[in-house]
């Protein structure tokens, strides 16, 4: 029987809910929709499901901007539904994890409306990151630093002060330096686990803390387009004061029995730096951006693994693995250009070059069976599964990100990677609305989305669904996988080859050429078809020795 914690190993399912399955009809996913999705996720056979926000917002940023963490928004449901979510989903033995927002709240909470009213020095201020202008009549904002959706980060009230807000302005940066916040949000993460969450999410985990002094940044560190490290020099991401708070955090979840867990978006820069937020006392887990932002490349890769696995080793935390979220590009349109990927500060990936989809759909198959063949945990975002391409010409009226707006409409956004999922049908809305809906998705889907829904895939041994579902069943099966370690077999230039204990190998070619199987081995699973005993370019295979 296993004995290890199951956030060590475990495949957790992103549900963006707005894009998963609407169960009202009003074009918008919800809860009702999640529960009526239940025995897909159960069957996929992932063990948890990872909910983006679902509290009371009034949408500017789509949840990212919460007025009330203990209510859950009309539009995806009321509290008590919420909470039949969670039994149902034990009931069906998969966990359940919702979004923390701890770095700012929206500008309608009451907090945040409160302040306003108070006035400038007042009591209420204080929980926000207030400041007086720059210049003799204090019309110049407080510092030069730029808000990552565009602009400036900072916004001035009628009464003269300013307002830190590192994403849109209607999302007010909260001050971690006051201990009501501190106390607030663990009485938040109590409220929760005490309805029977099994861990939470936590967006923008590197931010939360910002230098006392709120220095400007020196020209060479403005976020323009000089990639995602440098965005990350700035003195308000990834402060060592940040441990101190999920170290509190971490007490808290211990209060509570069955393994409750944390998973830090935590863009950290560098390995060494995101090992911090998983030491013994701290987090439980950290997303792996680097593997998300390797190239398609052997070297690449295998860096990024041997140095991801290598920094968490040293604290003992398990790595978790992860090709795409809500947040990039989706990986069959990353993978599907040869030119250099380029990154930019918004998190999101600006593409370049044709695309070639197939070739892109050949590659993600392959991640796929690498990904969930490493040590550790790894995350699967809603339609990945289905092997779901970047909406790349969402016509622009349609647009809702704030990224497009704050950019000056020089940046789509990440509205590409949210699109409505595909369930059934010939026809949008693809069974992501109940039928006779009258609201169309709150984004449009592409008309030739039927051959990427459920219904299209479910049997069909060469579909992308049953790849995962095929993966998924022998990674809880087979001995060799989930938490552990690996070791790299020798292999030609371009393959990479790694085997866990007992009695596995995966096998993955990145070169331009087919390449003989190991010997004395039989195959498990594969990417592709293996012909001859030859693995073919971007195709990955499972072997058993």
Not at 231 to 236: I, Q, S, Y
Request: proline share 9%; with cysteine; charged share 25%.
């Amino acid at each position: 029987m296993k004995s290890t914690p199951w956030w060590r190993d475990a495949v957790i399912y992103q549900v963006y809910i707005r894009s998963f399955a609407d169960g009202d009809g009003d074009g918008v996913g919800d809860i009702a929709g999640i529960r009526s999705r239940l025995p897909y996720l159960k069957a996929l056979g992932v063990d948890a499901i990872w909910i983006n926000p679902w509290y009371k917002s009034p949408q500017a940023d789509h949840g990212y901007d919460v007025a009330d963490y203990r209510e859950i928004d009309p539009l995806f449901g009321t509290l008590a539904e919420a909470e039949q979510l969670i039994e149902e989903a034990h009931q069906h033995g998969l966990r359940v994890i919702p979004d923390i927002v701890p770095n700012h709240t929206s500008d309608q909470h009451a907090w945040f409306q409160a302040a306003r009213k108070a006035g400038p020095g007042s009591p209420e201020r204080g929980r926000y990151v207030f400041r007086p202008g720059r210049g003799l009549d204090g019309t110049e904002p407080p510092n030069n630093w730029v808000s990552v959706f565009g602009g400036p980060a900072w916004t001035r009230l009628p009464d003269g002060e300013w307002y830190l807000h590192l994403f849109a302005p209607q999302q007010p940066d909260l001050n971690w330096q006051h201990p009501e916040v501190h106390a607030e949000f663990e009485s938040i993460l109590r409220f929760w686990f005490s309805r029977g969450v099994d861990g939470f999410r936590i967006d923008v985990a590197h931010g939360l803390v910002k230098h006392p002094e709120l220095p400007d940044l020196p020209p060479r560190q403005q976020p323009e387009d000089d990639g995602l490290r440098q965005h990350l020099a700035h003195p308000h991401w990834d402060r060592d004061e940040v441990h101190d708070i999920f170290r509190a955090w971490r007490k808290v979840a211990d209060e509570f029995p069955g393994d409750r867990s944390f998973v830090a978006e935590a863009w950290a820069g560098t390995p060494e730096r995101l090992a911090a937020y998983v030491r013994r006392d701290g987090l439980h887990t950290a997303f792996n951006f680097d593997f998300l932002m390797a190239h398609w490349d052997p070297k690449d890769l295998r860096a990024v693994i041997d140095n991801s696995l290598a920094m968490l080793g040293v604290v003992g935390a398990p790595a978790t693995w992860v090709l795409s979220n809500h947040d990039v590009v989706r990986h069959p349109s990353r993978y599907g250009r040869r030119a250099a990927r380029r990154w930019v500060v918004n998190e999101t990936y600006r593409p370049e070059g044709p695309l070639d989809l197939e070739l892109g759909t050949r590659r993600a198959r392959a991640a796929a069976l690498l990904m969930l063949a490493l040590p550790g945990g790894a995350y699967v975002y809603q339609g990945e599964e289905l092997g779901l391409p970047e909406v790349e010409d969402l016509p622009e009226a349609v647009l809702q990100d704030p990224v497009w707006e704050r950019s000056g409409h020089t940046e789509r956004g990440r509205d590409g990677c949210r699109v409505p999922i595909p369930w059934s049908g010939s026809t949008a809305p693809f069974g992501f609305s109940p039928e006779g809906a009258s609201v169309k998705p709150w984004l449009p889907q592409p008309a030739d989305w039927a051959e990427h829904s459920v219904e299209a895939q479910v049997g069909d041994e060469t579909s992308m669904l049953e790849l995962y579902r095929a993966a998924l069943l022998l990674r809880r099966e087979h001995r060799a996988l989930g938490d552990g370690t690996l070791t790299w077999l020798e292999a030609p230039d371009g393959v990479l080859a790694l085997g866990r204990d007992p009695g596995f190998v995966c096998v993955v070619n990145i070169s331009a050429e087919a390449h003989p199987l190991p010997e004395h081995t039989s195959v498990l699973l594969s990417s592709g078809p293996v012909e001859g005993g030859l693995l073919a370019p971007d195709q990955a295979v499972w072997l058993a020795r």
